[in-house]
């Protein structure tokens, strides 16, 4: 069984910073994709970014350039460096570990989320 814990999330004001963290569990990690998605109240889960496991990133737009997701396969982690937040950046936010190496294998297991709120 895979695990997932996030950390990093917190309270920041606009055009400000955080770094979300992801540590996984398990063996499988360095061989598969991972993502980044958020939930805001009322919204559906989207995805914010994502990167193979030979480091290959994907970025929605909203994000680009703001975002940078990373990713340590030495310490089994992922990284979301967020920069210039907006207060539409406020959410829950989930990592998540793909089926596979690949982006279209999509999501297997989630973290817990952690809250990142954007105050103006």
């Known amino acids: 069984q895979v695990q997932l814990v996030e950390s990093g999330g917190g309270f920041v004001q606009v055009g400000g910073s955080l770094r979300l963290s992801c540590a996984a569990s398990?063996?499988?990690?360095?061989?598969?994709?991972m993502g980044w998605y958020r939930q805001a109240p009322g919204k559906q889960r989207e995805l914010v970014a994502e990167i193979t496991s030979a480091g290959r990133t994907n970025y929605v737009d909203s994000v680009k350039g703001r975002f940078t997701i990373s990713r340590d396969n030495a310490k089994n982690t992922v990284y979301l460096q967020m920069n210039s937040l907006k207060p539409e950046d406020t959410a829950v936010y989930y990592c998540a570990v793909y089926r596979g190496s690949l982006l279209f294998t999509g999501p297997n297991y989630w973290g817990q989320g952690t809250q990142v709120t954007v105050s103006s």
């Open positions: 398990g063996s499988i990690f360095s061989s598969h994709a």
